[in-house]
């Protein structure tokens, strides 16, 4: 579009009047519905069970808890209160993305 010269850039800013892309509308927000369809920013919102997830983070010496042991992980595939910590913190920065396929499947992409 550059060597077209559809598109051009200057130093006095953008011309909106020469800018070859349409006018989207007054309400584009597309992370937002990225988020709402596709990213899951909270454990309690994934489907997969948790302790799978954090005895393999464990066995990469990323955390540590005896699942085995544990009351709750030996019962609950979603963990107690540490695993599911210990990952929320993971989603908060970034280190760990958890996307909806469908209905019920999530993707864990570490």
């Keep these: 579009m550059i060597r077209a010269r559809r598109l051009r850039f200057t130093k006095n800013g953008v011309n909106i009047q020469e800018d070859p892309l349409r006018n989207h509308g007054p309400a584009v927000n597309m992370i937002q519905e990225y988020q709402e369809r596709g990213l899951i920013l909270n454990t309690q919102d994934i489907r997969t069970p948790l302790v799978p997830i954090h005895a393999r983070m464990c066995q990469a010496t990323l955390f540590s808890h005896d699942h085995d042991a544990c009351e709750v992980c030996s019962m609950d595939s979603r963990g107690c209160k540490n ?28």
């Design 83 to 110: 695993v599911q910590d210990d990952i929320q913190g993971l989603l908060d920065r970034g280190e760990l993305l958890v996307t909806k396929k469908g209905q019920n499947v999530c993707v864990v992409t570490p």
